[in-house]
């Protein structure tokens, strides 16, 4: 089935950790965000990506890194740097950046720091 | 900022039309209007989207008044499985110099009682 994928689910980090968030998609899209979402809250851009090999900053990077060197791959590392980590962090992609080319996303990952 | 207005909350009783308003006054002439739900702890589901025209597809129907300045989405019969929080979106267009992105706010959370 086409789709995005994101693992895991539901990730606990200690303190000082760094973690990764995984996101493949196999749309064949371009382009690749992360957001991040609050509870009662709505999303938030973490970074964007538009093609391989380059990425943008969103309006809450600090914290976080991204890399895209390949094309289904975009994948998210929550650094210690990070003061506030716990949230559901969501990954979506889009055929392209016009606005009228829809944007997808995929069922979330749930991260608890402990 | 999100670009949109939507009422906290709607009740609507099983089998009735959902009928979900928006106010986007200050959308820019190439930006689309999209319409997302999210049931707890998913990702966000695409809906509709539309530029100037009355789209329909199998989930939904969306009307957009002629100055574009609001618009209303439409669930034909609603069942309880439509309980959600619904997001109406204006996507930037990526191509004026913003992030192309979707800004998201708090949304609309639709209760549908049997």
């Known amino acids: 089935d086409g789709g995005i994928t994101q693992s895991p689910k539901y990730l606990f980090r200690k303190e000082g950790q760094n973690v990764t968030l995984s996101c493949e998609q196999n749309?064949?899209?371009?382009?690749m965000y992360w957001y991040r979402q609050d509870p009662g809250q709505g999303l938030r851009l973490i970074y964007y990506?538009?093609?391989?090999?380059?990425?943008q900053k969103g309006d809450i990077a600090e914290g976080y890194s991204v890399s895209r060197e390949k094309k289904e791959s975009f994948p998210l590392t929550v650094t210690s740097a990070q003061k506030n980590p716990t949230a559901f962090y969501l990954c979506?992609?889009?055929?392209?950046?016009?606005?009228?080319?829809?944007?997808?996303f995929g069922e979330g990952s749930w991260l608890t720091v402990v | 900022d999100a670009k949109t207005t939507q009422p906290p909350s709607m009740d609507c009783a099983e089998g009735r039309a959902a009928n979900l308003p928006c106010n986007h006054s200050?959308?820019?002439?190439?930006?689309?209007v999209y319409w997302y739900r999210q049931i707890h702890s998913q990702g966000p589901q695409y809906i509709i989207h539309?530029?100037?025209n009355n789209e329909t597809n199998e989930m939904a129907s969306l009307i957009i008044t002629e100055d574009r300045k609001s618009s209303t989405l439409i669930l034909p019969h609603a069942t309880l499985r439509d309980t959600a929080v619904y997001y109406c979106?204006?996507?930037?267009?990526?191509?004026?110099?913003?992030?192309?992105?979707?800004?998201f706010g708090k949304g609309t959370k639709l209760s549908v009682k049997p």
């Open positions: 979506a992609s889009s055929p392209g950046a016009s606005s009228g080319n829809t944007i997808y």
């Open positions: 749309l064949n899209h371009d382009a």
């Open positions: 990506s538009q093609i391989v090999n380059d990425f």
């Open positions: 200050t959308i820019s002439g190439n930006e689309y």
């Open positions: 539309g530029l100037k």
């Open positions: 979106i204006v996507r930037e267009s990526y191509y004026g110099g913003s992030q192309g992105n979707l800004i």
